[in-house]
């Protein structure tokens, strides 16, 4: 660890963290900043002033921290992402930050409850699933790992919708996080960069070399806003940089004096449109387009910016690689390997094959996707309208390339056609993930066998080129959130039965095997799942009117509503119980709530229909006298941070039960074992590394895997065949196909079920009776509480793996080189 030279410490105080001092900056805060008298002030006043009194002790470690990387000349990570996931801020600050208990004491002889408080802080939705909470995740992991780590981003205005349950249907509204303000950001006015669209390119020549400028077009202002990001039990705060869109011109005085108020706006209103909102609808070619420019805008911006600091540092911009390093988080920031490009040639005059030595050099590629259709692509004539010259240097980059790959493989024109960033066989589209590939150093996926995949088939020919190029990192979770801050009786149970150090060191968490036979211990962990669970149940009351059974087996399927999630799977193992139950087949069967919750996309259609079926299955199982709460359907809405460390603590069964070979990685399998839910999933992404972990027999496999997909997919999946030799399966889609569950509109589904008895992409049939096995096992297990317990816990115990520190640190080894650079 390192320390500062006195010279800079003298300017910076520490403020004191302590109750009295705490008491004295909330006050302060509440009554100069907020501007409020202490006799009658709003819940939602002490929750500013809290966090107030939190940002200034933020902002100090802020500035130590900034200083000793400068003062050490480190290199820097700088992460790149279209998502951040972070939920709400305020008690992960103070727990990080370790005043969090002196805080709830300030508060309390204050005549104030933080508790009743906290939930007033809105989620800060910069993200929509994995993708947003892996990226948040490893934020916090690099600040307590005293990784020199910055986040840069969107400061979209209004975040991933509200999601709205109408009639069954999921209905989007805006999510205006930013209503109340935001108390943890830092708005920097002078950190403003040009961004530029449209337009023209003209060539010149400058003693002997082509010189490239764009001129005309449009150009938008970025401009920054700072969240700090605290690491765990130390002094290093990181940084999140967030853009947002402003006009060159807030108001043309001219139009106003004409009449036209519109118009004298409009400018203002097109600019701040890029950073309005997370993933606009891209259904239509002005979506998609404008879903571009966010990536280009957020890309520029932060490649400014690192260039701008690079420079100021006094480092030669040749240099870069050995200060910097850049990781793309999915193909969305890829146009970044363009701009650095342009950025390098056209305004810092290095020659074209230093700058590309130096981009490769920075560049380092997550791919998040083994489906080739979720890969983005541009076209090739938009590109070339919105972004001209970056369409150039695509070019540019493509023709040598391949140049490199008909050396490789001379005659092979087939492999020179699969590798050309662009693709000419579907209306000339830029491969956005090519791109990223060619002008990145490491390419890394996420988990062994996606990985794998990856090599195999959707960049085989690439790691046939490369084979170095590749690399995994299997992904992971904070600890500090997932299982310290989600369910703090359970963190504090294991505190006192191992230690604290497990918050930093999760593979502490193996000690817990010396409880198996800890009848004690046990039935603290029992009991503390059945307050969770009774805490859950006290908020579906709430919210949807509903009482659950807090003794029933809580099943889980919370994520993202996507076909190849397979919650349609989940929903056919719901109306065949329902069934038995209806049949009398089901006696002895143990009580159970199937909770899903989730968002789709607003344009996916077939993913917001299986929102409505869920909802429809539930209306008719939950109003069923027969039924009698021996099984209950629960969707619960706007799915978000705070909704996930509600549910992940109260689950018994965590469903990961997406078609084999199609899951990247996950994380939330890795949340719900940590908290000490079984899962029931498939051999596809990490739960195959989690099936390692835990042993075969702490985990219920089923259904076919990457290679049985593969196989079926070749030889002619005929899913109309499972349909007709499985009466339990044809039961269930008839009544689905016919009305059962929507007798207000027989035919609601009838489409869905066509698709699955015709196509059926993801093979929810051909795995139909392996799940409804592995579920009756799961029936059987959870009647012998002392056996599901000791399951539960040995999931909790060999869950230290999968923490995002070790993930981070394979970063740092394989890819970055950074070292940690901390400070006392």
């Excluded at 990223?436 to 390419?443: L, R, T």
């Excluded at 027999?697 to 005929?718: C, T």
């Amino acid at each position: 660890m390192k320390k500062l030279d006195m010279e800079h410490e003298n300017d910076l105080e520490p403020l004191p963290c302590d109750k009295d001092s705490l008491k004295r900056s909330i006050r302060e805060a509440l009554v100069h900043i907020v501007g409020k008298d202490p006799r009658n002030a709003t819940s939602r006043d002490w929750l500013q002033a809290v966090a107030y009194a939190a940002r200034e002790r933020i902002i100090e470690q802020r500035m130590y921290t900034k200083r000793l990387f400068n003062q050490e000349q480190v290199k820097r990570v700088y992460y790149l992402s279209m998502e951040y996931l972070i939920g709400r801020m305020l008690v992960n600050h103070l727990m990080n930050l370790g005043f969090y208990d002196a805080c709830c004491q300030a508060l309390e002889e204050m005549g104030v409850s933080l508790h009743e408080i906290i939930d007033l802080e809105p989620d800060a939705a910069l993200g929509n699933g994995g993708l947003g909470r892996l990226a948040a995740c490893i934020l916090d992991s690099l600040s307590t790992q005293c990784l020199p780590g910055y986040g840069y981003g969107i400061r979209y205005e209004f975040g991933m919708f509200h999601q709205h349950i109408e009639h069954g249907e999921q209905v989007e509204h805006p999510d205006n996080w930013l209503r109340y303000g935001n108390p943890w950001e830092f708005p920097r006015p002078e950190k403003i960069y040009p961004v530029h669209f449209y337009g023209y390119v003209v060539e010149h020549r400058d003693h002997g070399v082509v010189r490239h400028h764009w001129e005309d077009g449009e150009e938008v202002i970025a401009m920054a806003y700072d969240l700090p990001v605290p690491g765990y039990g130390n002094k290093n705060v990181n940084n999140l940089r967030l853009w947002a869109a402003k006009a060159t011109r807030d108001f043309d005085l001219d139009y106003f004096n004409e009449g036209d108020y519109i118009r004298a706006v409009q400018e203002k209103i097109e600019s701040e449109t890029i950073s309005m909102v997370l993933y606009p609808n891209d259904a239509t070619a002005v979506g998609r387009e404008l879903r571009l420019k966010q990536e280009y805008f957020f890309v520029s911006a932060s490649l400014q910016d690192i260039l701008a600091r690079h420079i100021k540092l006094g480092y030669p911009i040749t240099d870069l690689s050995d200060k910097v390093a850049i990781q793309l988080n999915d193909t969305h920031p890829a146009i970044a390997v363009a701009e650095l490009m342009r950025l390098l040639v056209d305004q810092h005059l290095v020659p074209w094959d230093r700058a590309w030595e130096v981009t490769r050099e920075v560049f380092a590629y997550t791919n998040h996707t083994l489906m080739p259709e979720a890969l983005e692509t541009w076209p090739v004539a938009l590109m070339e309208r919105v972004l001209p010259r970056h369409m150039q240097i695509i070019f540019e980059i493509n023709f040598h390339f391949l140049n490199e790959v008909r050396h490789n493989f001379p005659g092979d024109n087939n492999i020179v056609r699969r590798l050309s960033i662009i693709d000419e066989d579907h209306g000339r589209q830029v491969r956005m993930a090519h791109l990223a590939v060619v002008g990145s150093h490491k390419v890394n996926g996420v988990a062994a066998l996606h990985t794998e995949l990856l090599k195999r088939n959707l960049f085989r020919d690439f790691h046939r080129l490369w084979p170095d190029r590749f690399v995994s990192i299997t992904n992971g979770i904070t600890p500090r959130l997932w299982l310290n801050q989600a369910n703090p009786e359970l963190a504090q149970r294991i505190t006192r039965q191992i230690g604290p150090d497990w918050v930093m060191d999760l593979g502490r968490l193996k000690q817990l095997e010396d409880c198996l036979a800890d009848a004690e211990f046990l039935k603290d962990f029992r009991d503390i799942k059945r307050r969770n669970k009774e805490r859950l149940a006290a908020e579906i009351r709430s919210r949807l009117g509903l009482s659950i059974q807090p003794e029933a087996l809580l099943d889980v399927q919370i994520k993202r509503i996507h076909e190849y999630k397979r919650q349609l799977l989940n929903v056919l193992h719901i109306i065949t119980l329902y069934n038995r139950i209806r049949d009398g087949h089901a006696e002895g069967q143990a009580p159970r709530v199937s909770l899903f919750a989730g968002k789709a996309a607003p344009s996916y259609v077939r993913a917001k229909q299986i929102i409505h079926l869920i909802n429809d299955v539930a209306d008719v199982v939950n109003n069923d006298p027969v039924v009698h709460h021996r099984q209950q359907v629960v969707f619960f809405p706007n799915y978000e941070v705070s909704s996930a460390a509600l549910i992940i603590p109260a689950a018994d069964l965590s469903e990961q039960i997406s078609t084999a070979g199609t899951e990247a990685s996950g994380t939330g399998n890795m949340k719900l074992a940590l908290n000490g839910a079984i899962t029931i999933g498939t051999l596809d992404g990490a739960n195959i590394e989690i099936r390692q972990a835990v042993g075969e027999e702490n985990i219920f496999i089923f259904g076919l895997n990457a290679d049985e997909v593969d196989r079926l997919r070749a030889e002619g999946y005929r899913p109309g065949d499972y349909y007709e030799s499985n009466p339990e399966l044809r039961r269930a889609l008839d009544m689905i196909r016919d009305g059962f569950f929507s007798p207000d509109d027989p035919g609601r589904y009838r489409d869905l079920v066509h698709h699955l008895l015709t196509e059926d992409t993801f093979m929810v049939l051909a795995d139909y009776a392996s799940y409804i096995q592995a579920q009756d096992r799961v029936d059987a297990l959870y009647q012998d509480p002392q056996a599901w317990s000791r399951m539960a816990l040995l999931n909790t115990a060999r869950m230290g793996y999968f923490s995002i520190d070790r993930t981070v640190q394979e970063y740092a080894d394989k890819i970055w080189g950074v070292q940690p650079e901390g400070w006392n």
